[in-house]
């Protein structure tokens, strides 16, 4: 899961004795030394033999060997956290057990180099190398948010790049889930609340944690990964952090003139003071990489399978051609009985100013009608149809300026998205919204 160039120094496991260590009555072999050592435990290789497929061990430490009931709560809890979300950018959790009175949680092994070795061994990477692994952390994000999970450590180290180019984001020891009652935030003296070169201000000042919070970790690592150096850099940890609060980052251009501006402009505002002047959200930040993902040659230091096709990317180039929302398939048919009651329904609890804003928008706005109708039941706040922005050219068909989220026309010309999304906006034509991804974007 983590590189061996990291250190191991000092790592031990209580009960072993020659080359391999028996957990859960046998079933998982691991390797005599540990891989490396993470923000609450060590990471072992090792082999499930069983299932006869290779594992990545991660043991709770405890400083000084004295036992923590607090540790022991936040690293189940981690656990549960990583096997919550399911997505091709985490690992899979395959077991969690007790050996010898230390937690440990099996993952599925990752094959790779972290960010961090990858910039300190060859320094900037390539910008469209850069993007690739920036967007597939946003990727990762999207999940996360929705599922209502902050990571609140995001950083090079805990990103890991794999031979065929897929990112895995280790670590949500630290993550939060402020909107679910599931799962409690766990602080004690044992715990940072994150890693002073990549806090949010937000973080540094009050503790809190939110979406735009992992956006601004994203921000420092984009930046480190462009220009092999961190935002800010200072003696001390707690300087560092009163950098983060009070001082302007750098421009990126001045350090990498080659970068395109408006990915300067990008990771700038990743990097905004407070977090509502960030990007609306990650899914946003993803669309605004897409064009810097270019000239993806070979990278230095990360070895590919020669003429090995990747099963991932395999998979991945089909699913990139089949639409996000598909057209109706011809011979489908909805009953109109069904859609006159769902229509009746929705109008009988909507509010009087969500019915206002759906009669306007019938008249003007007609292609909006159905999702205005889906939005309308969920207890959103109502939106401002005919949306004119104070200094751009162009108007959204309804917009929710707090949130800075907009809908655009059907047609919504290409022009009209680009000045909204240079302004820090979410917009999109009608039909590349549904009211899952609305909602997700106006509660989150």
């Excluded at 899961?1 to 120094?9: A, L």
Aim: with cysteine; charged share 20%; glycine share 8%.
């Amino acid at each position: 899961m983590m590189s061996r160039r990291q250190d191991t120094e000092g790592l031990s496991l209580p009960g072993v004795k020659g080359r391999i260590v028996q957990l859960s009555a046998g079933r998982y072999q691991l390797e005599h030394l540990p891989l490396a050592r993470g923000g609450m435990g060590d990471v072992w290789l090792g082999r499930d033999v069983t299932l006869g497929r290779e594992v990545a061990v991660k043991f709770l430490r405890f400083p000084n060997g004295v036992p923590d009931q607090d540790l022991i709560r936040r690293f189940e809890r981690e656990s549960r956290i990583t096997a919550r979300l399911e997505h091709p950018g985490v690992p899979a959790v395959y077991d969690v057990g007790i050996h010898e009175g230390r937690s440990f949680l099996v993952m599925q092994r990752i094959h790779g180099i972290s960010i961090s070795d990858l910039v300190a061994e060859h320094g900037p990477l390539p910008i469209g190398w850069a993007s690739a692994i920036a967007a597939q952390v946003c990727a990762v994000l999207v999940a996360a948010h929705a599922a209502g999970l902050v990571h609140r450590d995001l950083k090079p180290s805990n990103l890991m790049l794999e031979p065929d180019g897929s990112v895995k984001v280790l670590d949500f020891g630290l993550a939060v889930a402020p909107t679910l009652s599931d799962y409690s935030t766990i602080t004690n003296t044992h715990q940072s609340l994150g890693t002073p070169a990549y806090m949010a201000p937000e973080q540094v000042e009050a503790g809190t944690s939110e979406a735009a919070t992992d956006l601004y970790a994203l921000g420092c690592t984009l930046h480190e990964m462009l220009t092999g150096e961190r935002v800010f850099n200072a003696p001390t940890s707690f300087s560092v952090m009163m950098k983060q609060v009070h001082d302007a980052p750098p421009q990126l251009r001045s350090l990498r003139p080659e970068v395109p501006a408006d990915l300067e402009q990008l990771v700038l505002d990743l990097l905004r003071k407070r977090p509502e002047e960030r990007p609306v959200g990650a899914e946003s930040v993803h669309r605004r990489l897409l064009p810097f993902i270019t000239d993806l040659g070979p990278l230095p230091g990360v070895p590919r399978p020669a003429r090995t096709p990747s099963p991932v990317r395999l998979y991945a180039t089909v699913l990139a051609r089949i639409p996000a929302e598909p057209e109706d398939v011809p011979g489908d048919v909805i009953d109109p009985d069904m859609l006159i009651i769902r229509q009746h329904l929705a109008s009988a609890i909507m509010s009087a100013e969500w019915r206002e804003v759906i009669r306007q928008a019938d008249q003007d706005f007609p292609d909006g009608s159905a999702l205005l109708r889906d939005l309308a039941v969920l207890d959103l706040p109502v939106p401002v149809v005919g949306f004119a922005p104070k200094g751009l050219p162009h108007q959204a068909a309804m917009a929710w300026p707090e949130r800075k989220v907009a809908v655009l026309t059907r047609h919504g010309l290409a022009e009209e998205a680009t000045s909204f999304h240079a302004a820090g906006w979410d917009a999109r034509p009608v039909d590349e919204w549904t009211s899952e991804a609305l909602s997700t974007q106006l509660t989150t």
